[in-house]
């Protein structure tokens, strides 16, 4: 192979990754966004009505039946070996 096709591939190569790059760039600028203010707003409204059980000094002392990480009594929980 001589130098002149060496640089001429690696030309082609570094032109093939502007060219992805160029392509990732415009799906990036294609992607829905919106204003930090309306996600921050969205992100307080959330956290004010989602009641988070591992918080209870917020929210208040959770009932068993109500806190999904309670450990769930069904039944004997003790074992028996005859």
């Known amino acids: 192979m ?11 190569l570094r032109y093939r990754r502007l060219l992805e790059h160029n392509q990732r760039l415009r799906e990036d600028l294609a992607r829905p966004r919106i204003r930090v203010s309306e996600a921050s707003a969205s992100l307080i409204r959330h956290c004010k009505t989602t009641r988070d059980h591992l918080v209870p000094s917020v929210w208040g002392p959770v009932g068993k039946n109500d806190d999904p990480y309670a450990p769930q009594s069904k039944g004997p929980t003790c074992c028996v070996v005859q």
Do not use: C, T, V
């Open 2 to 12: 001589s130098a002149r096709g060496g640089r001429q591939s690696m030309s082609e």
